[in-house]
């Protein structure tokens, strides 16, 4: 299996402008910075609507905006029971603290509604006074929804270049 953390570093951009936090890499192996899934094709649909096409892959796009996609849980929790995943999520919240602290972001986007006060009670207590946004992951029906949402808010992100 191919290491998340490791791919994940290589698209971690010298300075984070926002930061997506999704709830975790999925079990099935189809990791967003590894390409060709669902999650990677949702977000190019909706960035390249709300600011046009552009040369060359969207994650090395992405990267250069300084957008970063991190998970609150860094191993899978998708195939947990419902009670151990909603643990398993509350316990990670000191090490996304931590990450936001490091991180600095001026943006931070909750890819979940679920773990939207889990997410925001992290950069609290990280002193972030990044813009906070939330959008439904782009699963299960939620697809519309989440691409509306993304319209919204991608011209509100903070990006390099801008």
């Known amino acids: 299996m191919r ?5 994940r570093a290589s698209y971690r951009p010298d300075r984070i ?7 975790s890499a999925p079990a099935s192996g189809d ?10 094709r949702h977000m ?5 609507a709300a600011l046009g096409p552009a040369d060359g892959e969207f994650l090395d796009r992405f990267k250069a905006y300084g957008w970063f996609l991190d998970d609150l849980v860094l191993t899978p929790v998708d195939k947990l029971p419902a009670s151990e995943r909603k643990a398993t999520c509350f316990a990670a919240m000191d090490g996304l603290r931590d990450r936001i602290a490091a991180y600095q972001p001026l943006t931070i986007v909750s890819m979940l509604i679920s773990i939207k006060s889990i997410v925001e009670a992290a950069a609290k207590a990280a002193g972030s006074n990044a813009a906070r946004y939330v959008v439904p992951f ?3 029906g939620q697809q519309t929804r989440f691409h509306n ?5 991608i011209p509100l992100l903070a990006r390099n270049g801008t």
Do not use: K, S, W
């Not at 190019?44 to 390249?48: F, G, I």
């Open 31 to 40: 990791f967003f910075y590894f390409g060709n899934n669902a999650m990677l």
């Open 138 to 140: 782009p699963g299960m």
């Open 44 to 48: 190019q649909r909706a960035t390249e």
């Open 17 to 23: 402008t926002t930061l997506f936090v999704g709830e």
């Open 149 to 153: 949402r993304m319209l919204e808010i």
């Open 3 to 7: 290491d998340v953390e490791f791919i």
